[in-house]
């Protein structure tokens, strides 16, 4: 079965640093990846995802992803954060095969200071 | 534009009571999901269905029930036997098959319910 560990339940940056959130996952063969976040009182909303090809995956609002199998690793990178970036950031892995249904991560809460 | 409908966005329930949660969706999904979502737990899938009339337990199905008697709808009752009903719950939906796209799923704006 897959799994997803989101280490990092609050991460607290200034607008304007750079963000990198953490995901590991769990799964035997080459897995689905996703981010999705999801604004207070809202539901979620696809910022990425890695099926195939270029590990380096680019998304929506500026966001990017490295897949890193060696690592088991897909985290999540923004170059400059802006204070409309503070949401609940989940990561969640798809089966390539077989049921498809994702597995999503407990989530990371984004905090942005002035 | 396509999407999915999730009413009521706030509701509120005497113990005892069952309540329906509404999920309409207009993106020609053949795959409907609910989740429960309860502060530092992450999404728990509760039910989906694949197909119409057919439909699954997840990881938390107890004092939850479902029906699929339609593509676009999937509503979630939340009945008297689920002993902590207080949460945000969410609808999505996905394509299905052996497509990569079956993974993405679209969610609705969620609906808090609160147990007084």
């Known amino acids: 079965a897959q799994s997803v560990t989101q280490p990092d339940i609050h991460i607290t940056v200034s607008e304007g640093a750079s963000l990198e959130l953490r995901c590991n996952y769990s799964?035997?063969?080459?897995?689905?990846l996703f981010w999705y976040v999801q604004s207070p009182g809202q539901g979620l909303q696809l910022l990425l995802k890695?099926?195939?090809?270029?590990?380096l995956v680019q998304g929506i609002k500026g966001f990017e992803a490295e897949f890193k199998r060696s690592q088991s690793s897909f985290n999540l990178r923004k170059p400059s954060v802006h204070w409309s970036d503070a949401a609940e950031y989940f990561c969640?892995?798809?089966?390539?095969?077989?049921?498809?249904?994702?597995?999503f991560g407990r989530g990371t809460s984004l905090i942005v200071h002035p | 534009d396509g999407g999915i409908t999730q009413s009521p966005k706030y509701l509120f329930r005497k113990e005892g009571q069952n309540v329906t949660l509404s999920c309409e969706q207009n993106?020609?999904?053949?795959?409907m999901y609910w989740y429960r979502q309860d502060p530092g737990q992450g999404l728990r899938l509760i039910y989906y269905?694949?197909?119409?009339?057919?439909?699954q337990k997840g990881d938390i199905a107890e004092g939850y029930s479902v029906s699929r008697e339609k593509k676009e709808s999937f509503p979630l009752t939340v009945t008297s036997a689920q002993k902590n009903p207080t949460a945000f719950y969410l609808c999505?939906?996905?394509?299905?098959?052996?497509?990569?796209?079956?993974?993405?799923?679209?969610f609705g704006a969620g609906s808090r319910l609160t147990v007084l």
């Open positions: 999505a939906s996905s394509r299905t098959g052996l497509r990569s796209g079956a993974n993405v799923l679209t």
């Open positions: 799964y035997g063969a080459t897995p689905y």
């Open positions: 890695y099926f195939s090809g270029d590990t």
């Open positions: 969640a892995v798809g089966a390539s095969g077989g049921s498809y249904i994702p597995t």
């Open positions: 993106l020609n999904h053949d795959a």
């Open positions: 269905s694949q197909i119409v009339n057919d439909f």
